[in-house]
């Protein structure tokens, strides 16, 4: 479990964070300069708050009320970032070693043989750093952050100097090191479609301030708001079940909604899919069509509408079985149609528009 309840200034910035959560992968989530990193490193120990506290794994790591402020090497969490940090002068074998260093061989409950199988290292074990691939790196980099026998592995835009074929593998590897090691993973990321697939619970930051703590597909949509993307970043999350149509190449996920069309095979038998819509890529009826190329037509009501001062109208859907997602329309459209808070319609998804390489 991580608890944090903390004010932290440096500089102009201001960081104000209070959650709580017992997530197996727990993200930070927001914009650049949202106060995700500060948090993080907080949590490792690499800064100090300014007031509050910090527990995690059943240890209090910082409390100013008391003076206590556990230094980063005595609190057992495995860092990785976005760059490896590997030793240049040492060989992978010996980077690894390296990570036991501070654990005491009574608490070292990660077997060394254990990390290198599960990540795929044996050959890489005598290379020194200057010879391996970005993927490879970050390998090195889990299984070194693994070995301390972490209470807490806290990862820092590991896959954002990655392409996409090797952030696929990576986010394979994290979802391993879950089940296989069951420590808790906290994972700092600004893409959604990494949130959507691992995390359990996102906490969502902007401005140095918590402005949601909760299920992806509750907290992703909010989050799009403060991204640089402006609304080609807005994203929702929809949990759906169903199995693949060897006929036509397609999976049918159900959904009390209605069915989603994905243009792709996913997984393999009847399994819950966690999908990524665009609010750009979600189009409104007010009556269910019938001639057309659209697959995926999900019965909602109109929760809420946020017109801005622009030509664009964010209209937030309660989909029928109580998910919400967000679409991005014009306001032209929404007077037009007519449409307000109460309103019944349909959300149209084109089964193309699916990215089916995340899911």
């Known amino acids: 479990m991580i608890a944090v309840d903390l ?12 959650f709580a959560s017992k997530a197996r992968i727990l993200a930070l989530h927001g914009p650049s300069g949202a106060g995700k990193s500060t948090l993080a490193h907080l949590i490792a120990g690499l800064l100090k708050p300014t007031q509050g506290r910090i527990a995690a794994g059943g240890a209090t790591l910082a409390d100013t009320s008391c003076g206590l402020f556990m230094p980063p090497e005595k609190r057992r969490i495995g860092l990785v970032f976005q760059d490896a940090l590997l030793f240049p002068h040492l060989s992978v074998r010996k980077n690894l070693a390296f990570g036991r260093f501070f654990t005491p061989s009574s608490e070292r409950r990660v077997p060394f043989e254990a990390v290198v199988e599960t990540l795929g290292i044996g050959h890489l074990l005598d290379r020194r750093p200057a010879t391996l691939s970005g993927g490879e790196k970050q390998r090195a980099g889990l299984a070194r952050a693994l070995l ?10 590991p896959m954002a100097a990655l392409d996409f074929a090797r952030r696929q593998e990576i986010m394979g590897l994290i979802e ?16 959604a479609d990494e949130i959507m697939r691992l995390a359990d619970e996102v906490i969502v930051l902007d401005r140095g301030r918590v402005l949601a703590q909760g299920l992806p597909a509750e907290t992703l949509a909010i ?7 402006g609304r080609f970043s807005i994203v929702s999350a929809i949990t759906a079940r169903g199995a693949f149509d060897a006929r036509y190449g397609v999976t049918k996920l159900a959904h009390p909604a209605g069915e989603i069309v994905i243009a792709a095979k996913i997984g393999a038998g009847d399994q819950q899919v966690r999908v990524l819509v665009k609010a750009t890529d979600i189009a409104l009826a007010k009556t269910r069509p019938t001639d057309t190329s659209v697959r995926t037509i999900l019965a909602a009501t109109i929760a809420a509408l946020d017109l801005d001062a622009g030509p664009l109208a964010f209209v937030t859907l309660e989909l029928l079985g109580g998910e919400r997602i967000m679409s991005a329309v014009t306001r032209l459209a929404i007077d037009e149609l007519g449409l307000a808070v109460g309103s019944p319609v349909f959300a149209l998804v084109k089964s193309v528009a699916l990215d089916e390489r995340g899911m």
């Open 148 to 157: 301390c026998s972490p209470r807490l592995l806290v990862m820092d835009e």
């Open 176 to 191: 391993r090191l879950r089940d296989e090691f069951a420590i808790p993973i906290l994972v700092v990321s600004h893409s």
């Open 223 to 229: 989050a799009g708001r403060s991204m640089e993307g």
């Open 7 to 18: 004010r932290h200034e440096r500089g102009e910035f201001r960081l104000t964070a209070a």
